[in-house]
T-cell receptor, first 112, second 113 residues
Framework: TQLLEQSPQFLSIQEGENLTVYCNSSSVFSSLQWYRQEPGEGPVLLVT?????EVKKLKRLTFQFGDARKDSSLHITAAQPGDTGLYLCAGEIDNQGGKLIFGQGTELSVKP | KAGVTQTPRYLIKTRGQQVTLSCSPISGHRSVSWYQQTPGQGLQFLFE???????NKGNFPGRFSGRQFSNSRSEMNVSTLELGDSALYLC????????????FGSGTRLTVV
């Protein structure tokens, strides 16, 4: 059974602070995707990383894929209240296309 | 372009009934996946269809089934509903597998009473 362990589960911080969310697995992924989900809505894709060691930046968000393609991190710099939401990592395995394995999610709350 | 459309948005059913949920993918997307989201289990993969063929299936009982039509629209069916089937059901579409990322619909909130 492939598992993707995401931590922390909950994070409550003040506006302006930095934070990092981690996703770890014993499985190798062909891609690792990060999504953000608002209450009552579906997840929205933020980024896809596919190469071991890859780093992608999206404004204040930095995504990293581990060298062995088993782990990933999301770092947010100077968090804002608008960053509040559920962040999900999801891995795709080579011979199981179309099937995403999701982490449990990180519920982020950024207080003004 | 239009996003992934799921209907209905909300549904209340009684135990033992069956339900059919619909998903219209983004135009040109041929892969449609279904997921169940619950507070306890998070997002769990149900199945994936591509060009009317089921290519992958998750670990759900046979009461959960799906199909895809020639226009890529997909339906999932749950028979003999149980209280534990209450969840947000999400579908996602993609051009194909292979690192393209997926676009999710807003989901169907199913409540079984």
């Amino acid at each position: 059974t492939q598992l993707l362990e995401q931590s922390p589960q909950f994070l409550s911080i003040q506006e302006g602070e930095n934070l990092t969310v981690y996703c770890n697995s014993s499985s190798v992924f062909s891609s690792l995707q990060w999504y953000r989900q608002e209450p009552g809505e579906g997840p929205v894709l933020l980024v896809t990383v596919v190469t071991g060691g890859e780093v992608k930046k999206l404004k204040r968000l930095t995504f990293q894929f581990g060298d062995a393609r088993k782990d990933s991190s999301l770092h947010i710099t100077a968090a804002q209240p608008g960053d509040t939401g559920l962040y999900l990592c999801a891995g795709e395995i080579d011979n199981q296309g179309g099937k995403l394995i999701f982490g449990q999610g990180t519920e982020l709350s950024v207080k003004p | 372009k239009a996003g992934v459309t799921q209907t209905p948005r909300y549904l209340i059913k009684t135990r033992g009934q069956q339900v059919t949920l619909s998903c219209s993918p983004i135009s040109g997307h041929r892969s449609v996946s279904w997921y169940q989201q619950t507070p306890g289990q998070g997002l769990q993969f149900l199945f994936e269809y591509f060009s009317e063929t089921q290519r992958n299936k998750g670990n759900f009982p046979g009461r959960f089934s799906g199909r895809q039509f020639s226009n890529s629209r997909s339906e999932m069916n749950v028979s003999t509903l149980e209280l534990g089937d209450s969840a947000l059901y999400l579908c996602a579409s993609s051009r194909d597998v292979g690192n393209y990322g997926y676009t999710f619909g807003s989901g169907t909130r199913l409540t079984v009473v």
